[in-house]
């Protein structure tokens, strides 16, 4: 059974830094694409990143492009985002999704990042 | 500013039929940009339902299916039921450095 489990949101202060992980289980993590996808609390989903299976490749939307590392550690099974210079409009609820058949199959449950003084 | 358009709401009887559109600002929808659509329930994770259009996940059900439909990507619903109230969100492949976008989503109510 796939599943995907993030960590490490919490309550940071504008520009400050968070490094959210993910990590995955049933499948093998090593050779598919994954990402992050955020949702700001009562708004639609957001595509944030994305990462090829080696980590070679990496895509961001404009938004956090310069403040947000996506990365990954395939020996772990593990999907990472650095989050630096946070936002108030970067508060949001974000999942980490596989790419196995089709485009964000597998879903977390999500962790809430908060950002405010 | 890529712009992905989807219905705001849409409200359907159960057992009836509905039938929700994802438009993009840039022209036509085509198999090209890989229309995905995933259901979100109120206080639940988003679940994909469609991807390539038409492609149904092991756990999508049959009342589920996934066309184009003029300029536009389309989810059909047929034989509506109660549990199919939520949020639908559907995703576009833009590729180079833009990639992934969202539509705004389309609420269906079942009433």
């Known amino acids: 059974e796939v599943q995907l489990m993030e960590s490490g949101g919490g309550l940071v202060q504008p520009g400050g830094s968070l490094r959210l992980s993910c990590a995955a289980s049933?499948?093998?993590?090593?050779?598919?694409?994954m990402n992050w996808v955020r949702q700001a609390p009562g708004q639609g989903l957001e595509w944030v990143a994305n990462i090829k299976q080696d980590g070679g490749e990496k895509y961001y939307v404009d938004s956090v492009k310069g403040r947000f590392t996506i990365s990954r550690d395939n020996a772990k099974n593990s999907l990472f985002l650095q989050m630096n210079s946070l936002r108030a409009e970067d508060t949001a609820v974000y999942y980490c999704?596989?790419?196995?058949?089709?485009?964000?199959?597998?879903w977390g449950q999500g962790t809430l990042v908060t950002v405010s003084s | 500013q890529t712009v992905v358009t989807q219905e705001p709401s849409l409200t359907v009887s159960p057992g009836g039929t509905v039938t929700l559109t994802c438009a993009s600002s840039?022209?036509?929808?085509?198999?090209?940009?890989?229309p995905n659509w995933f259901q979100q329930r109120p206080g639940q994770a988003p679940r994909a339902l469609i991807y390539s259009t038409s492609n149904k996940h092991s756990w999508t059900p049959a009342r589920f299916s996934g066309s184009l439909l003029g300029d536009k990507a389309a989810l059909t619903l047929s034989g509506v039921q109660p549990e199919d109230e939520a949020e639908y969100y559907c995703l576009l492949y833009y590729g180079g450095a833009q990639n992934w976008v969202f539509g705004g989503g389309t609420k269906l109510t079942v009433l």
């Open positions: 999704a596989s790419t196995l058949n089709g485009e964000l199959d597998y």
């Open positions: 840039t022209g036509p929808v085509t198999s090209g940009y890989y």
């Open positions: 049933g499948f093998t993590f090593g050779s598919y694409r």
